[in-house]
């Protein structure tokens, strides 16, 4: 019988990094699958670029979520490089991470569909915001855990730059919630905060310091 508790079974992070990729590689593809073709009939033929021009909640949504998960997805090779091993307990918060991001293509179906209704644009945007701040959980969750008393990062990252990366990944969980509640006074507010939070990680992450 194993007994071996999650603290101590370790492995490498080779299968992690590749699972992972995948699930970020489907996630992102289905963004696309939202985006229907209009269909015209009849007289209806020549108004085809119209049609397509109405299809613009669907291209931000789509944009929106795809920069969003194509961030995640480059940070994810980032901070790969940080852990050195991997147990039990790590695969399952980062199986909650990445079922985040699967689940990331539904509200931004909902935000492409009802954005522009003036009375369910409110709701859609607290259900984007909400499934937003799902995987920020989960990522701030793995690194939280691999990262007190370094229990699956590199030892000589200094410590200083471990509490720059957890206070960074702190405050966007605390700007993500900042979002949802906005969203229940303010829908255009708490789009843009979501907005400003990708424009943000669009920068280049910072450069590891150690010991």
Not at 98 to 117: H, K, N, R
């Amino acid at each position: 019988m194993n007994t071996s508790s999650p603290e101590t079974v370790a492995c490498p992070t080779q299968r992690i990094e590749a699972f992972s990729d995948g699930v970020f590689a489907i996630a992102i593809t289905l963004l696309i699958l939202e985006i229907k073709v209009p269909h015209l009939h009849g007289d209806e033929a020549g108004q085809l670029g119209g049609a397509l021009l109405r299809l613009w909640p669907s291209y931000v949504a789509y944009l929106l979520s795809f920069v969003m998960i194509g961030i995640y997805w480059a940070n994810h090779h980032y901070i790969f490089r940080f852990y050195r091993r991997t147990n039990h307990l790590f695969n399952l918060l980062n199986a909650f991470f990445l079922m985040c991001i699967a689940f990331l293509p539904f509200p931004t179906a909902v935000l492409a569909e009802y954005i522009a209704d003036p009375q369910a644009g409110h709701t859609a945007i607290r259900f984007y915001a909400l499934g937003l701040l799902l995987p920020a959980v989960g990522w701030f969750a793995i690194w939280l855990y691999a990262s007190t008393g370094y229990r699956l990062i590199d030892p000589r990252l200094s410590p200083s730059f471990v509490n720059s990366l957890t206070r960074q990944y702190l405050l966007s969980n605390l700007l993500y919630v900042i979002a949802v509640a906005a969203s229940w006074w303010n829908g255009r507010v708490s789009l843009a905060i979501c907005v400003g939070l990708t424009l943000l990680y669009l920068g280049p992450p910072k450069e590891p310091g150690y010991r």
